[in-house]
């Protein structure tokens, strides 16, 4: 992986590592020569949150939301769907983008808010090793230098993206689960739908909940269920945890008494399956 084309190693090793009452000096805003050219030409990975976020302001169905603005991936190791923002036009630019700047800018993803700063983490981190913040300097950009003093925390404060990060918590928590080290085969493709259908695709997961047996395997507390049918934020965490152990076994959901009861004596029984792709 790499942001803005510099690879992931290289930001480890060499870019000056930023901490939370670090300062720098930066503005972008009309009248800036350079406005809204950063929203062209650029790889922009949507996180569930971001799409989630995107989807509602537009007010569509996630599976046309898709459709129509994003390019789908996958990580290599482990292979991981990965959800692209589609650019459009001969200059690929951002479609939410106009004359005036963004027209999503409230709903606008986390990568959009973070800039000009980046975050990373070491790969395998010691009690001395930290995640931490730096400065992204592009020839394009020439907002650097321009307005007040930021520091990083309040750059992150001002901008929304602690609620980005709590929201995102729980996905990366799912990214980085030590399980993907372990698994010796790759997902089989009604694995990596269930994936990309729970991280993603919120409102064929709802169906998939409402409309299939889910319910009638999995004990889930009636309150929840009532909250899963209109909460977007609750059902992306309920997704997460669907997730954790339908992929890894992790005791997040709670099985129905009837159902391990009508399984019990049976050899090398399983778990309910994951949903089948669609």
Not at 3 to 8: D, I, L, P, Q
Not at 16 to 23: I, L, V, Y
Not at 249 to 272: I, L, N, W, Y
Request: proline share 6%; aromatic share 12%.
């Amino acid at each position: 992986m790499s942001e803005n084309g510099v690879t992931r190693e290289k930001i480890l090793k060499d870019y000056p590592r930023m901490g939370p009452d670090d300062h720098f000096t930066f503005e972008c805003r009309p009248g800036v020569c350079c406005f809204t050219r950063c929203c062209q030409d650029v790889s922009i990975v949507l996180t569930p949150y971001d799409v989630l976020r995107l989807t509602r302001a537009l007010r569509m169905d996630s599976s046309e939301f898709l459709e129509k603005y994003t390019l789908s991936g996958f990580t290599e190791k482990p292979r991981f769907p990965v959800v692209l923002l589609k650019m459009q036009g001969e200059k690929k630019r951002c479609p939410f983008v106009g004359e005036e700047g963004c027209k999503v800018y409230g709903n606008r993803p986390w990568a959009c808010r973070m800039y000009p700063l980046g975050a990373a983490e070491p790969q395998n981190p010691n009690p001395d090793e930290h995640g931490f913040h730096f400065l992204i300097r592009e020839e394009l950009c020439k907002g650097h230098g321009e307005g007040r003093s930021w520091s990083v925390r309040e750059w992150v404060s001002d901008q929304g993206i602690e609620e980005y990060d709590m929201m995102g918590a729980s996905f990366k928590a799912l990214m980085l689960h030590p399980e993907w080290t372990k698994k010796g085969e790759a997902l089989t493709p009604a694995q990596l739908d269930m994936l990309y259908m729970a991280c993603y695709d919120l409102d064929r997961f709802r169906r998939f909940v409402f409309e299939s047996r889910f319910l009638e395997y999995f004990d889930v507390d009636e309150a929840r269920v009532e909250a899963l049918q209109t909460d977007d934020e609750e059902l992306l965490d309920f997704a997460m945890q669907w997730l954790r152990f339908s992929l890894f076994g992790d005791k997040t959901m709670r099985v129905r008494h009837s159902v391990m009861e009508a399984r019990q004596g049976a050899a090398g029984a399983e778990e309910p399956a994951a949903p089948p792709a669609r």
